[in-house]
Nanobody, 118 residues
Framework: QVQLVESGGGLVQAGGSLQLSCSAS????????MGWFRQPPGKEREFVGT????????YYADSVKGRFTISRDNAKNTMYLQMNALKPEDTAVYYC???????????WGQGTQVTVSS
Protein backbone atom coordinates (compact mmCIF):
# COMPACT_ATOMS: atom_id res chain seq x y z
CA GLN A 1 0.00 0.00 0.00
CA VAL A 2 1.21 3.49 -0.77
CA GLN A 3 2.11 5.83 2.10
CA LEU A 4 1.11 9.48 1.79
CA VAL A 5 2.36 12.53 3.68
CA GLU A 6 0.82 15.97 3.19
CA SER A 7 2.54 19.25 3.93
CA GLY A 8 2.12 22.95 3.26
CA GLY A 9 -0.98 23.81 5.24
CA GLY A 10 -1.28 26.97 7.29
CA LEU A 11 -3.08 30.23 7.85
CA VAL A 12 -3.68 32.62 4.97
CA GLN A 13 -5.83 35.67 4.39
CA ALA A 14 -8.77 35.58 1.99
CA GLY A 15 -7.60 36.16 -1.55
CA GLY A 16 -4.22 34.66 -0.82
CA SER A 17 -2.51 31.52 -2.11
CA LEU A 18 -1.14 28.34 -0.63
CA GLN A 19 0.43 25.21 -2.08
CA LEU A 20 -0.01 21.79 -0.55
CA SER A 21 2.23 18.83 -1.27
CA CYS A 22 1.56 15.11 -1.04
CA SER A 23 4.61 12.89 -1.02
CA ALA A 24 4.01 9.23 -1.89
CA SER A 25 6.17 6.23 -1.13
CA UNK A 26 5.94 2.47 -1.24
CA UNK A 27 4.53 2.03 -4.70
CA UNK A 28 4.96 3.28 -8.21
CA UNK A 29 2.02 5.55 -8.96
CA UNK A 30 1.66 4.53 -12.58
CA UNK A 31 -1.67 2.80 -11.95
CA UNK A 32 -3.07 5.33 -9.51
CA UNK A 33 -5.48 8.22 -9.50
CA MET A 34 -4.27 10.71 -6.92
CA GLY A 35 -6.66 13.13 -5.34
CA TRP A 36 -7.34 15.83 -2.80
CA PHE A 37 -10.27 15.84 -0.44
CA ARG A 38 -11.12 18.22 2.38
CA GLN A 39 -13.18 18.22 5.53
CA PRO A 40 -14.49 21.61 6.67
CA PRO A 41 -15.22 22.08 10.40
CA GLY A 42 -18.34 20.19 11.38
CA LYS A 43 -18.93 18.83 7.88
CA GLU A 44 -18.38 15.66 5.90
CA ARG A 45 -15.26 15.05 3.86
CA GLU A 46 -15.71 16.37 0.31
CA PHE A 47 -14.05 15.94 -3.04
CA VAL A 48 -11.64 18.63 -4.29
CA GLY A 49 -9.97 17.15 -7.36
CA THR A 50 -7.98 14.32 -8.89
CA UNK A 51 -5.14 13.66 -11.28
CA UNK A 52 -4.59 10.47 -13.25
CA UNK A 53 -0.93 9.88 -12.57
CA UNK A 54 0.00 8.25 -15.86
CA UNK A 55 -2.13 10.47 -18.12
CA UNK A 56 -1.86 13.72 -16.19
CA UNK A 57 -5.54 14.46 -16.69
CA UNK A 58 -7.26 16.42 -13.93
CA TYR A 59 -10.79 16.82 -12.65
CA TYR A 60 -12.09 19.37 -10.14
CA ALA A 61 -15.08 20.05 -7.97
CA ASP A 62 -17.11 23.02 -9.19
CA SER A 63 -16.38 24.87 -5.96
CA VAL A 64 -12.65 25.07 -6.70
CA LYS A 65 -12.56 25.03 -10.50
CA GLY A 66 -10.53 27.94 -11.85
CA ARG A 67 -8.91 28.61 -8.47
CA PHE A 68 -7.17 25.34 -7.60
CA THR A 69 -4.70 23.40 -9.74
CA ILE A 70 -3.43 19.87 -9.21
CA SER A 71 -0.06 18.89 -10.64
CA ARG A 72 2.50 16.14 -10.17
CA ASP A 73 6.23 15.61 -10.22
CA ASN A 74 7.02 12.09 -11.38
CA ALA A 75 10.65 12.24 -10.31
CA LYS A 76 9.70 13.20 -6.76
CA ASN A 77 6.56 11.04 -6.57
CA THR A 78 4.82 14.14 -5.30
CA MET A 79 1.44 15.70 -6.04
CA TYR A 80 0.68 19.36 -5.49
CA LEU A 81 -2.42 21.42 -4.90
CA GLN A 82 -1.97 25.07 -5.81
CA MET A 83 -4.75 27.08 -4.21
CA ASN A 84 -5.34 30.65 -5.36
CA ALA A 85 -8.00 33.22 -4.55
CA LEU A 86 -8.69 31.43 -1.29
CA LYS A 87 -11.98 32.00 0.50
CA PRO A 88 -12.92 31.48 4.15
CA GLU A 89 -15.12 28.57 3.04
CA ASP A 90 -11.97 26.79 1.83
CA THR A 91 -10.99 26.35 5.48
CA ALA A 92 -10.68 22.62 6.10
CA VAL A 93 -8.36 19.75 6.78
CA TYR A 94 -7.03 18.71 3.38
CA TYR A 95 -6.33 15.05 2.72
CA CYS A 96 -4.32 13.36 0.02
CA UNK A 97 -5.77 10.19 -1.49
CA UNK A 98 -4.33 7.49 -3.72
CA UNK A 99 -6.64 5.04 -5.45
CA UNK A 100 -5.67 2.20 -7.75
CA UNK A 101 -7.40 2.82 -11.09
CA UNK A 102 -10.76 1.02 -11.42
CA UNK A 103 -10.69 -0.28 -7.85
CA UNK A 104 -11.71 0.77 -4.34
CA UNK A 105 -8.18 0.30 -3.08
CA UNK A 106 -7.57 3.62 -1.29
CA UNK A 107 -4.79 5.12 0.80
CA TRP A 108 -5.06 8.35 2.79
CA GLY A 109 -2.64 10.81 4.23
CA GLN A 110 -2.91 12.20 7.75
CA GLY A 111 -4.27 15.56 6.61
CA THR A 112 -3.04 19.14 6.80
CA GLN A 113 -4.99 22.11 8.13
CA VAL A 114 -5.73 25.08 5.90
CA THR A 115 -7.32 28.12 7.52
CA VAL A 116 -8.44 31.12 5.49
CA SER A 117 -9.19 34.25 7.48
CA SER A 118 -11.63 36.90 6.28
Amino acid sequence: QVQLVESGGGLVQAGGSLQLSCSASGRTLRNYVMGWFRQPPGKEREFVGTINWSRGTTYYADSVKGRFTISRDNAKNTMYLQMNALKPEDTAVYYCNARVVATDNNSWGQGTQVTVSS
